[in-house]
């Protein structure tokens, strides 16, 4: 399979649709890395209280970065036409989705602050999943 035939077109990508149906998932998306990347950063700070910050914590933390940072890269891929980089994009936050609900209603597993943290990412990907799983963005990377 050529790039070609992997890759939506220059105008379907341009549609207001699209446009927008992008800026939503890029806007949502670096809200929750930057979210992510202030807790590590809190995490960091509260290091020493050992409470609030557990080896689980840490763990947690960095897995959300990590998947984060991925999730922007497929956004960006996908925005460009890349139809794997959208499928990507569409496992990886229904996934994250998932395990965020998870954490944030399991309780005692983890500190409140970031159950209620991970429950915050979990609204911002939501978002991205409902955008990214529309009929527009489907429809458009469906297509030959």
Request: hydrophobic share 55%; aromatic share 6%.
């Amino acid at each position: 399979m050529n790039a070609a035939s992997t890759a939506v077109s220059h105008e379907e990508l341009n549609h207001p649709r699209s446009l927008s149906a992008f800026r939503t998932t890029r806007l949502l998306v670096l809200a929750y890395l930057t979210l992510s990347v202030l807790t590590v950063g809190a995490v960091v700070l509260l290091r020493n209280n050992h409470t609030m910050v557990t080896d689980a914590v840490w763990v947690r933390t960095v897995i959300v970065v990590a998947s984060a940072l991925l999730t922007l890269t497929f956004t960006l891929r996908a925005s460009k036409g890349s139809r794997r980089a959208y499928l990507r994009l569409r496992l990886v936050t229904g996934v994250m989705l998932v395990a965020l609900v998870v954490i944030a209603a399991l309780p005692g597993a983890f500190p409140v602050w970031l159950r209620v943290e991970q429950g915050v990412c979990a609204l911002l990907l939501l978002g991205v999943v409902l955008t990214v799983n529309g009929r527009h963005l489907r429809s458009l990377f469906a297509r030959s």
